[in-house]
């Protein structure tokens, strides 16, 4: 059967929370595997990178939308560098990092981009980034939970318990294919939150495009080539 | 296609400017072929190469012509559609057989290139995709292009990127496809790793 007990589409459970090491957001939190992170939150402050300048905490962000959190709101305007309203897949890609400091990579940000992007332009807007933030947030805690050994990263064993309990029924050598793919090149590679966020996105679109075709709920589709190519060009691209 | 690195006139073994390996080639012939000269500048010990190192040595022998070289993450499909051990790395021969269809594909990339620009337009992507034989549906056609192209454009980068996925798919459909009718049976999790394997 299909993986009912898993997230629910586009995003993930929320289940209970890892203990107060992690904090509960995007706001400073002390210790280990994360390290001590700079003013702003986990991720690294908005745009770090070539940026120079302190950020500090999040500003007042008095003249944030209704609805938008005031710490969002800023950050936002932090993150979009041209001051156009909205927010690219490169200027995203500058704003989020994994927990060894590497920019998260281009796929996740266009995945997640496009899942928030409305108008269908390849950007998003202020409402649409405070979305996103909350939906990376719950991906981290799932991480966290997932990353048992408090590494912070996710290893072969970690990810086989992770599908297991997210009610996927996958094999070792698709896990083995993955960190071949998405970890550095270790004697223990495991991979990192984006790439996770990336998979799991992932995971969750082939469910969607196979549930589709399978009307009787069999488990079991057939499908032409063509109809093939197409489900997974419009899904998976 | 001439690349820099062609054989000395006369024979011999030519070392294309970059040296062989460290003590020499481990393979007498394959020292004679003009390929293993990049081959070898950026491969370790272990004569495998990585996404990194496979941008750096494609970059060097100049496949991508006038074109920008590639990004990383094509690199790193490029390497998923060969990598039968599923070690993330290429050895020689499978960078040779990547070299072979990349080439293949920059053919007719440049066929339908008619301006020279590097790009190629959607309806030039849609002709060139079906010439290569893929039977795309409109919606297919769609989200590929939507997908691929910057302000309407295609560069060459990305072409190969959709013709690494394109092939990998239909890879993995065929092998499904016991009775060659052009249907497969799929079950769940097995389809589920087919599509993210690519």
């Known amino acids: 059967g299909f993986p009912g007990a898993g997230p629910a589409p586009g995003a993930p459970p929320s289940g209970p929370y890892p203990g107060a090491p992690y904090g509960s957001g995007p706001s400073p939190a002390p210790g280990a595997p994360y390290g001590q992170p700079p003013p702003g939150g986990p991720y690294g402050p908005p745009g770090c990178g070539p940026q120079p300048g302190p950020y500090g905490g999040a500003a007042p962000g008095g003249n944030a939308p209704p609805g938008v959190d005031p710490e969002a709101f800023s950050w936002f305007q932090a993150v979009d560098a041209d001051h156009s309203g909205y927010i690219s897949v490169k200027e995203l890609k500058q704003a989020l990092v994994n927990s060894n400091w590497s920019t998260f990579n281009d796929e996740t940000c266009l995945l997640m981009i496009n899942m928030f992007d409305r108008t269908r332009s390849g950007r998003i807007d202020v409402y649409g980034f405070s979305a996103l933030l909350r939906f990376i947030q719950q991906w981290k805690n799932l991480f966290q939970q997932y990353d048992r050994d408090q590494s912070g990263s996710i290893s072969f064993s970690e990810l086989q318990q992770a599908f297991s309990q997210m009610g996927y029924n996958l094999s070792p050598q698709f896990s083995q294919l993955l960190l071949a793919r998405y970890a550095q090149r270790s004697p223990s590679p495991s991979i990192q939150l984006d790439r996770f966020i990336q998979i799991c996105m992932q995971l969750q679109s082939t469910t969607d495009a196979f549930r589709e075709k399978d009307t009787g709920l069999v488990g079991n589709v057939r499908l032409s080539y063509e109809d093939f190519l197409t489900m997974v060009v419009t899904r998976m691209l | ?198």
């Not at chain 2, 065929?174 to 097995?190: A, E, I, K, P, T």
């Open chain 2, 1 to 198: 296609m001439a690349f820099p690195g062609q054989p000395a006139p006369g024979g011999g073994f030519y070392q294309g400017g970059y040296g062989g390996a460290p003590g020499g080639p481990a393979f007498p012939e394959q020292a004679q072929d003009p390929l293993y000269g990049y081959f070898a500048a950026v491969a370790g010990q272990d004569g495998q190469i990585d996404a990194d190192e496979l941008q750096r040595c494609l970059t060097q022998s100049g496949i991508a012509g006038a074109y920008k070289p590639f990004n990383l993450e094509t690199c790193r499909l490029m390497i998923s559609m060969l990598d039968r051990d599923m070690s993330g790395t290429l050895g020689f021969n499978e960078f040779k057989e990547l070299w072979a269809v990349v080439n293949g594909w920059k053919q007719h990339f440049v066929s339908f290139d008619n301006d020279r620009s590097g790009t190629v337009d959607r309806q030039e992507l849609e002709k060139a995709l079906m010439t290569m034989g893929f039977r795309l549906s409109p919606q297919a056609v769609t989200a590929i292009t939507r997908r691929y192209s910057t302000h309407g454009k295609i560069t060459f980068d990305d072409y190969v990127a959709c013709c690494v996925k394109l092939r990998a798919l239909t890879e993995c459909f065929r092998r499904r496809d016991v009775s060659q009718q052009g249907f497969v049976n799929f079950q769940y999790d097995d389809f589920i790793q087919c599509v993210m394997s690519i």
